[in-house]
């Protein structure tokens, strides 16, 4: 079956510990991206990669990194995670302009 | 920069009832335009797409048109069940990119 996969799909942390939300494609999409989830605002992209190892950041970067080492693999880094990232997050992959969305991450941070 | 308005909801109808939640953009190119859906607990999936002016995309019932005389994407449908409860979201794709602007979200809900 076609999927975007995400894990964990609900996290706990407190502040400042490192954690990584790894998601992984099987359609051999090229272009993936990460984004998160609140109230009010919507979907705001977070990070976006057009291939192995190209990356670009999307309009809310600051505090995530994520790596591209493979095709079908994209892990999202909060090297020191804060309240503020308390969030729903979201993979995503794409050959063409449809973007296939895994199920979320909920993450709290405390 | 590029962006996404759409209607606040949420929008509560009776089944059967007609059903439109209005969405218009600002962007420098020639922007993509989508509808995506979100079920409760669930990732989104695309519901349809536009490409160009004028097109109209279509899907299960739903349809949008390309209108980039009045920059608008509106979503419609002609008679609304309980199962087309869910968030409704807007977004934009720029010609050329791999940027995506999302629209803050429309909560429908049908009662039955």
């Known amino acids: 079956e076609a999927q975007v996969t995400q894990n964990p799909r609900y996290l706990i942390t407190v502040t400042g510990k490192k954690l990584t939300v790894t998601c992984s494609q099987n359609m051999n999409h090229e272009y993936m991206s990460w984004y998160r989830q609140d109230p009010g605002l919507g979907l705001r992209q977070i990070y976006y990669s057009m291939n192995v190892e190209v990356t670009d950041k999307g309009d809310v970067p600051e505090g995530y990194k994520v790596s591209r080492k493979e095709k079908r693999n994209f892990p999202l880094i909060l090297e020191s995670p804060s309240p503020n990232q308390t969030s729903l997050y979201f993979c995503?992959?794409?050959?063409?302009?449809?973007?296939?969305f895994g199920p979320g991450t909920r993450l709290t941070v405390l | 920069g590029d962006s996404v308005t759409q209607m606040e909801g949420p929008v509560t109808l009776s089944e059967e009832a007609f059903l439109t939640i209005n969405c218009t953009y600002t962007a420098t190119g020639y922007p993509s335009l989508f509808w995506y859906v979100q079920y409760p607990g669930e990732g989104l999936q695309l519901l349809l797409k536009a490409t160009k002016a004028d097109d109209k995309g279509s899907n299960k019932g739903f349809e949008a048109t390309y209108r980039k005389e009045t920059t608008s994407f509106h979503l419609e449908k002609g008679s609304v069940q309980v199962s087309d409860s869910a968030v409704y979201f807007c977004a934009l794709s720029d010609e050329g990119t791999y940027k995506y602007i999302f629209g803050t979200g429309t909560r429908l809900k049908v009662l039955a």
């Open positions: 995503a992959s794409s050959r063409s302009d449809t973007q296939y």
